[in-house]
């Protein structure tokens, strides 16, 4: 019989924000061009340990298995959005190919994630607010675990169902859907 191992990750999420923000800060201050080619790539779980995965252009939340390859995030700051609450980050996600990110659409009614065929290092590079395209990741001090508020549509967040092998969606907190994560970067 196979016991599930819970993950938690090392740093507390804003670390891993803060860390982020300091990697694609001004290339000049480093000497290193490496930071403006290619996103940060994240792992992302469920507190029920379910990791994303891409099925047919869909993010979908999956029990962590042998079987069930995580998809990683690739994830950069958007530097449009100037927060001054320490504990919040604006962030654009995708794929871990770059080409490719979480939007967030919707007229009237509860706004729905969609992956829109753009590339991340592009919307990077505009310094504009791109709200759709921006989530507001919410830590905490020293805490494991974060949310992702959608910047265009304030008070739904990146969810996940409380069953396996669902897609991810936009809810709001108090529901039955699952709004923390761990978010932790790949090595």
């Known amino acids: 019989m196979e016991m599930a191992v819970e993950m938690k990750p090392k740093k507390s999420v804003a670390e891993e924000m803060a860390d982020l923000f300091h990697h694609f800060s001004d290339p000049k201050d480093s000497g290193s061009k490496e930071k403006l080619i290619a996103p940060s790539r994240f792992r992302i779980w469920d507190l029920s340990q379910k990791y994303f995965f891409l099925e047919n252009k869909t993010l979908v939340a999956v029990p962590k298995g042998s079987n069930s390859p995580e998809e990683l995030l690739g994830v950069v700051p958007n530097r449009g959005i100037k927060d001054t609450n320490a504990n919040i980050f ?35 590079g505009k310094n504009e607010p791109l ?57």
């Not at 604006?90 to 969609?114: E, N, T, W, Y």
């Not at 990146?158 to 978010?183: D, R, V």
């Open 90 to 124: 604006p962030i654009i996600m995708g794929p871990q190919d770059g080409k490719r990110v979480l939007s967030c659409a919707g007229s009237g009614g509860q706004p729905q994630i969609k992956i829109e065929e753009e590339d991340i290092m592009n919307l990077y």
């Open 131 to 187: 709200k759709n395209f921006t989530f507001l990741n919410h830590t905490g001090d020293g805490q494991q675990t974060c949310s992702f508020e959608s910047a265009a549509f304030p008070g739904w967040f990146l969810s996940t169902s409380t069953e396996p092998n669902k897609p991810i969606s936009l809810s709001q907190k108090g529901g039955a859907e699952i709004t923390t994560f761990y978010f932790e970067k790949s090595k």
